[in-house]
């Protein structure tokens, strides 16, 4: 398998550090709005990746954080006159909902930045003790961005070019900066601020330092892969790459990973332009397996418009598989035992062949464009091959096919083994309507629906509860 790393720029053979064994961050949403759909790009993006890893046989510890205290968050928590806790709990929640609508597993662990201020303490001290860090006299922690050598190779950029345009990075109230280059790892409260106490000054931390921590606490000092957008390369992976190597000692990151940049009609995603959409927003309209399916349909370094007519594209694209599916169920309904004919045998062999295109396109740099055309010619010839003449074995097994290179992808095809908890909740509802509208016969046909896709629903005081048989 071989991904194209940020650091070398070039395809490189994956080999991970420990054998069957993948440790992997994704840097997360900032929990302030409900999540756009340039966001839900990297979420389906690398949780792709790690369904084929799995699909590999790699064990993956995948971690992605939410960054809980950020200015955003708290500007929204004082317009509403709520704690910031209570904005980015809401927001999680719902982010989480988006999540599992558009089918991303979820995380192995899913730290948040409030939680992790100890470990973040620690390690600004670490940096300070090694000379990487400086306290100003106001209690800022300032990270010394020259101290370390190796700065800017993964942005490829050299620092002489950054302090020609330095004068830029001087932010307001950051002048007791040692050099324009150097970033903020702790900072003093302000006025109706969140804080934490620090051997610095009462405070809060700088956004780098968040991931530094977590990644070293949920997976260690050494990890395989580190993704997010590609925005982030600089400064934010930059930056994070210096506090851990300096801190820890080792590398930090063996495989950097970006997708590139959502955009909407062909330009930049903008909300002051007024194209700008939620995925709630988009949920309205469609079910977010088209989304995920229109995220798939590029590879996920190329930049990818969005737009209607796209959408509609793989609406119809998604349709093609789920009802070659259906039709599937309905042929194996009838469909006669016994064992494979010659004929189908044959077929079966042949059919191996879009497996093995979808495995190649998945293992050059996870390129989902190639891995979707191979489940369109699968499809295209299970249409062709099967009919009402074929034998339960042979359907069955075409169907297993698709649907395991569909599931692969996170795409939902089998409408009738899968059920969302979301479309679950949302029937159970209907039928507690129904019921208090006497409506007995729909109440009833909910259940029998439910039941038809193994969900029990049992009636208990404290209302009704569902468990999937
Ligand atoms: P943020 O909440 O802005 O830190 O973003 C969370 C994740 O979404 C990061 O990995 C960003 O790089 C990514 N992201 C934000 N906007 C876009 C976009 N328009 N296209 C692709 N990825 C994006
Ligand atoms: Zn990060």
Not at 17 to 25: A, F, I, S, T
Not at 55 to 62: D, E, I, L, M, P
Request: with cysteine.
């Amino acid at each position: 398998m071989k991904i194209f790393n940020t650091l070398s720029r070039q395809k490189e053979e994956f080999i991970p550090l420990q054998e069957g064994k993948v440790n992997m961050y994704v840097c997360g949403p900032t929990v302030y709005n409900l999540i756009h759909i340039g966001n839900a790009r990297p979420m389906i993006v690398f949780d792709t990746a790690r369904r084929y890893m799995e699909h590999k046989g790699y064990a993956v510890n995948f971690v992605s954080n939410f960054t809980d205290v950020d200015d955003k968050i708290i500007k929204k928590a004082n317009e509403e006159g709520v704690d910031p806790s209570v904005i980015s709990e809401r927001y999680i929640q719902e982010c989480k909902k988006d999540m599992e609508a558009m089918n991303v597993k979820e995380a192995t662990t899913h730290p948040k930045a409030t939680e992790e201020i100890d470990g973040m303490i620690e390690m600004i001290q670490t940096l300070i003790d090694k000379g990487y860090a400086y306290v100003a006299k106001d209690g800022t922690v300032y990270y010394k961005t020259r101290s370390f050598k190796e700065y800017g190779k993964l942005s490829h950029k050299n620092l002489d070019d950054l302090r020609s345009g330095g004068r830029s990075l001087l932010v307001s109230g950051e002048d007791q900066k040692q050099d324009a280059l150097d970033f903020v790892l702790w900072k003093p409260k302000k006025e109706g601020e969140p804080f934490w106490k620090s051997p610095w000054c009462d405070g809060r931390p700088g956004w780098h330092i968040e991931c530094s921590v977590m990644s070293k606490k949920y997976l260690g000092d050494e990890i395989d892969i580190h993704a997010g957008g590609e925005d982030l390369i600089f400064p934010h992976h930059e930056n994070e790459i210096a506090q851990s190597e300096a801190a820890n000692g080792k590398t930090f990151a063996k495989y950097w990973v970006h997708n590139g940049f959502l955009n909407i009609d062909n330009k930049k995603m903008s909300k002051s332009a007024g194209n700008f959409f939620t995925v709630r927003d988009i949920s309205e309209k469609y079910d977010l397996q088209v989304l995920r399916f229109f995220m798939l349909s590029a590879h996920y370094r190329s930049p990818l418009n969005f737009s209607a007519d796209l959408m509609e594209a793989a609406k119809n694209g998604l349709d093609r598989i789920v009802t070659s599916v259906a039709n599937l169920n309905f042929l194996l309904e009838n469909a006669k035992d016994g064992e494979l004919t010659a004929k189908e045998q044959e077929l079966l062999d042949e059919a191996k062949a879009f497996i093995t295109k979808f495995d190649e396109a998945m293992d050059d740099d996870f390129n989902t464009a190639d891995a979707v055309s191979a489940i369109f010619e699968l499809v295209k010839f299970t249409n062709t091959n099967v009919s009402e003449e074929s034998g339960k074995a042979f359907v069955q097994a075409l169907k297993d096919e698709i649907v395991l290179l569909s599931d692969i992808c996170g795409l939902i095809v089998d409408k009738k083994e899968e059920i969302l908890d979301t479309e679950i909740e949302a029937l159970i509802q209907e039928r507690q309507d129904a019921r208090k509208a006497k409506n007995f016969a729909r109440a009833d046909e909910i259940r029998d629906t439910l039941a038809a896709q193994g969900i029990i629903l049992e009636d208990t005081r404290e209302g009704v509860k569902w468990k999937r048989a």
